[in-house]
């Protein structure tokens, strides 16, 4: 499964952005996916993930009520919808599918597939 990120950009705090997260070279209908973002210096850490039904889903809590994550398998994609945006929302967000799991993990080690960074920027 390849995947690839996109949609991060530059926003002004209270903005939003949508990022996507599309798999190509099989379908991950049954994989969990989710998103990770990095800073400088420090590990990737859990932003969201969702089940490979789209039913199950998780959020740190540093972003409930602001961000929503999706799917639609038809597509073979995954989608961040980051609304009320901070600065400290600033990060390369990753997305990564896990395709060993029944239940969604929450550390990174856990997912075998990963797509490249979208950079994300908040400014004040």
């Known amino acids: 499964v390849q995947l690839q990120a996109s949609g991060g950009g530059s926003v002004q705090a209270g903005g939003s952005l949508r990022l996507s997260c599309a798999a190509s070279g099989r379908t991950f209908n049954s994989y969990a996916v989710g998103w990770f973002r990095q800073t400088p210096g420090n590990e990737r850490e859990l932003v969201a993930a969702i089940s490979w039904s789209g039913v199950g889903t998780h959020y740190a809590d540093s972003v409930k009520g602001r961000f929503t994550i999706s799917r639609d398998n038809a597509k073979n994609t995954v989608y961040l919808q980051m609304n009320s945006l901070k600065p400290e929302d600033s990060a390369v967000y990753y997305c990564?599918?896990?395709?060993?799991?029944?239940?969604?993990?929450?550390?990174?080690?856990?997912?075998?597939?990963w797509g490249q960074g979208t950079q994300v920027t908040v400014s004040s």
């Open positions: 990564a599918a896990d395709g060993s799991s029944s239940a969604i993990q929450k550390v990174s080690n856990k997912y075998d597939y």
